[in-house]
Structure formats: C-alpha cells, structure tokens
C-alpha cells in the first residue's frame, strides 16, 4: 500500500478537446496515463489534484470518470480551474453512485486519512487571475478558509498538503495560503496546474518549513509521484 499524487489529467473521452495540441508533450496522453498508473495496486492510493475532466458536467463528463474509476487504486479528487462539472459533494457522491463508479472519492472542505498522515487541500487560487479580470478578494479568502478548515480537521497528525493552484512559484507567492501552511504546519505540499514553459518556474524543495512538489501529469511525464508507504 502506497501513498501516489498526479494532477491535470485533462481528459475529453466525450468532449473534443484533446490536449495533443498543446505540444509533443501530450502526445498520446490518455494511453501514458494508462502506462503510469499500471505500476499502482488495488490497495494505493492516488490524490488527484484538479483539472481532471474537460466536461462542463457530471454527464458530460462520465466517460471521463469511468477512465480514472478504472485505473488501479483508490483515488481522491481535488478541484481544479477547469473542473467545471464539480458540484456539491452530495451531488457528486450520488452520481457516482447511481454509475456504479466505486474507488473516487472527494477531498473538499474536508480532510482524510491516511495511516496516521491527514490528507488536506483545496483548489487554492491565484492572485495573476488579477490580469485576467476574473480574480477577487472573495474567493482568495474563501479557498483559504477552506484550506483552514481541512488543515484544523487534521488535529496532531502529520499532514500533508495538496492543492490544485501553486503557492508559490519563481515571482509569486500567494501569502494567505502560505500563512495557513506555516501556521499548523504543513510538512508537504504538491500542487499542479503548471505546464510547458512554466514548470521551469516551480517550486521544488524546502521553502518556510513545507517541502513543495509539481505534481502536473506532463511534468511527471504521466507516471503518479509516490509520497509514502
């Protein structure tokens, strides 16, 4: 039994948006997760950390679902910027359950175990989405308060962190995440959402007392990163 993480699976079994066109390093993507996940057993466990599915909903997104519900393992899913057929945990849990689709589960104001490690997280966000128009003070501080939730549910176990959006990366760190990470405090955290050009950017290694890991699925050339025993 192994603790695994990967993230940005971006699949689109039913919705066409293939990420081949993003370079040869999506190339064959959906057949290279396959590839990576065949080295996991039915008793591991995967974090998922966002941007799983292209579908704009549950139903758009099945096929999807049925892809990572089949791959060996146990997997908790984590939401990302372009999960946008996420919903609330109860929707979600019965749709699973009405499709038969057994080894997903959700980490979403909440926090799980495992063995005597707390799994916390949340999406996390940017303060760059600015540039875009889309950011606000609103949701910074509501995906902290959600990570201060998940992080104060893990009482005196070791945690470890995962999160969709990096805290900090070459030029930008994100304070109200980083403070909450500190605070309780956080050995690890993984984090995806970076690709191509900006993996050169990441964070890797020890910074204010958290070990920072890239768990992208391109920058993992699509092989889950195992975190422990």
């Known amino acids: 039994m192994a603790l ?3 993230g940005d699976l971006h699949l689109s079994l039913s919705s066409n948006k293939p990420m081949e066109i993003f370079g040869d390093g999506w190339k064959g993507y959906v ?10 057993n039915d008793d591991d466990v995967t974090v998922l950390c966002g941007d799983l599915s292209w579908g704009m909903s549950l139903e758009e997104s099945l096929e999807d679902f049925k892809f990572i519900d089949a791959l060996p393992g146990k997997k908790i899913l984590l939401k ?9 945990v109860a929707k979600m849990e019965r749709f699973f359950k009405e499709h038969e689709l057994t080894t997903m589960s ?3 104001n909440n926090c799980l175990s495992y063995g005597d490690k707390a799994i916390c997280g ?9 540039n875009e128009g889309t950011h606000n003070e609103k949701m910074l501080l509501r995906e902290a308060g959600r990570l201060e939730t998940s992080l104060k549910l893990a009482g005196d176990r070791e945690i470890l962190c995962f999160l969709h959006y990096p805290p900090l990366y070459q030029g930008y760190e994100c304070p109200e995440i980083l403070r909450l990470l500190q605070q309780y405090p956080v050995k690890a955290c993984y984090y995806g ?3 191509g050009a900006s993996h050169r950017r990441r964070m890797e290694g020890n910074s ?4 920072f890991s890239l768990v992208a699925a391109d920058y993992l050339h699509f092989i889950p990163k195992k975190i422990c025993e």
């Open 4 to 6: 695994y993480a990967i």
């Open 31 to 40: 057949q290279r997760i396959q590839e990576g996940f065949s080295q996991l």
């Open 80 to 88: 990302g910027n372009h999960d946008y057929w996420w919903n609330t």
């Open 106 to 108: 959700f980490l979403y």
């Open 122 to 130: 949340t999406r996390g966000w940017f303060y760059e989405l600015d």
């Open 193 to 195: 959402h970076l690709h």
């Open 208 to 211: 204010h007392g958290t070990d």
